[in-house]
């Protein structure tokens, strides 16, 4: 078996219906993985591409404005991969956010991604002489960087980049890799507004090495990449694919 198969291996994506969350789900279906399509929109376009391409894959309802809502979705189910893709943005002046945007964001994109990561754990860490398991969280290079009239989303994500390595700590030696991936500009509906904008879309691309957008399938690439054996010894990274973006 090769050290980038996924064969054998069922993964749950949260968010699968669509960018970037569909592609890392017919990403780990191309490397051998089962496919749990998890939203609160139907996935059966996401399910409907795996399958014509000979893999395997089903959707489940999973709503994370409720942020305990995937509670009970791990046990007894045999997923060993979680990725944790959901997210939100909300933009606004930081003179003007509201409480309401803040709450919503912070819910889905961190505290939503804690309690699904704490679920998968605790049913991988039950299992006596199981053979452990895969976190991957989707980041943003809000991680790392300031960006502008997005306040709530640039907390989040530096959360999500301080609990990807808090929970490496606790789990790397239970047999439990978590890590995080930061994707650049990928031309999703998340970017759609900075994409209508041609005076951000020229000051954006003229940052990036690459001179591209990146696409969905950049990142589900490097997911199945860290979902597979070969990602073994890599706990708490916050790997940037960004086109070059962060090297600037
Ligand atoms: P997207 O097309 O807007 O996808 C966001 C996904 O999250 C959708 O599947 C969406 O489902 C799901 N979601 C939102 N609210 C949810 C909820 N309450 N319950 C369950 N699922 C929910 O954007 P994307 O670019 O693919 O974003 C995927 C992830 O990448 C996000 O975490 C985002 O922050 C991150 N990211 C994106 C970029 C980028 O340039 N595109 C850059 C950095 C990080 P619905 O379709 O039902 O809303």
Same mark, same amino acid.
């Given at each position: 078996?090769?050290?980038?198969?996924?064969?054998?291996?069922?993964? *749950?994506?949260? $968010?699968?219906?669509?960018?970037?969350?569909?592609?890392?789900?017919?990403?780990?279906?191309?490397?051998?993985?089962?496919?749990?399509?998890?939203?609160?929109?139907?996935?059966?376009?996401?399910?409907?591409?795996?399958?014509?391409?000979?893999?395997?894959?089903?959707?489940?309802?999973?709503?994370?404005?409720?942020?305990?809502?995937?509670?009970?979705?791990?046990?007894?189910?045999?997923?060993?991969?979680?990725?944790?893709?959901? $997210?939100?943005?909300?933009?606004?002046?930081?003179?003007?956010?509201?409480?309401?945007?803040?709450?919503?964001?912070?819910?889905?994109?961190?505290?939503?991604?804690?309690?699904?990561?704490?679920?998968?754990?605790?049913?991988?860490?039950?299992?006596?002489?199981?053979?452990?398991?895969?976190?991957?969280?989707?980041?943003?290079? *809000?991680?790392?960087? $300031? $960006?502008?009239?997005?306040?709530?989303?640039?907390?989040?994500?530096?959360?999500?980049?301080?609990?990807?390595?808090?929970?490496?700590?606790?789990?790397?030696?239970?047999?439990?890799?978590?890590?995080?991936?930061?994707?650049?500009?990928?031309?999703?509906?998340?970017?759609?507004?900075?994409?209508?904008?041609?005076?951000?879309?020229?000051?954006?691309?003229?940052?990036?090495?690459?001179?591209?957008?990146?696409?969905?399938?950049?990142?589900?690439?490097?997911?199945?990449?860290?979902?597979?054996?070969?990602?073994?010894?890599?706990?708490?990274?916050?790997?940037?694919?960004?086109?070059?973006?962060?090297?600037?």
């Amino acid at each position: 078996m090769s050290w980038w198969s996924l064969s054998g291996h069922r993964a *749950l994506v949260t $968010g699968a219906n669509t960018g970037i969350g569909q592609a890392i789900a017919i990403s780990l279906a191309q490397a051998g993985a089962e496919v749990i399509c998890a939203g609160r929109s139907t996935s059966a376009e996401t399910v409907q591409k795996i399958r014509d391409a000979g893999g395997t894959a089903r959707e489940i309802h999973l709503d994370l404005a409720d942020p305990m809502a995937a509670r009970d979705v791990f046990s007894g189910a045999g997923i060993d991969i979680l990725v944790n893709n959901a $997210g939100i943005i909300r933009r606004a002046d930081s003179l003007d956010y509201t409480e309401a945007d803040w709450d919503a964001v912070m819910d889905i994109n961190t505290k939503a991604l804690f309690f699904t990561a704490q679920a998968f754990a605790r049913e991988i860490l039950a299992q006596e002489g199981g053979r452990g398991g895969k976190i991957i969280n989707i980041a943003s290079l *809000l991680a790392f960087q $300031g $960006g502008i009239r997005v306040p709530a989303y640039t907390a989040s994500k530096h959360a999500v980049a301080g609990l990807t390595k808090l929970l490496a700590n606790e789990w790397a030696s239970r047999g439990i890799n978590v890590n995080a991936i930061a994707p650049g500009y990928i031309a999703t509906n998340n970017t759609q507004a900075l994409r209508e904008d041609p005076e951000r879309t020229r000051q954006i691309l003229e940052r990036i090495p690459a001179a591209r957008w990146g696409r969905p399938e950049d990142i589900g690439a490097t997911a199945a990449f860290l979902a597979s054996e070969g990602a073994a010894y890599i706990h708490g990274a916050v790997i940037s694919v960004d086109g070059g973006w962060m090297a600037r």
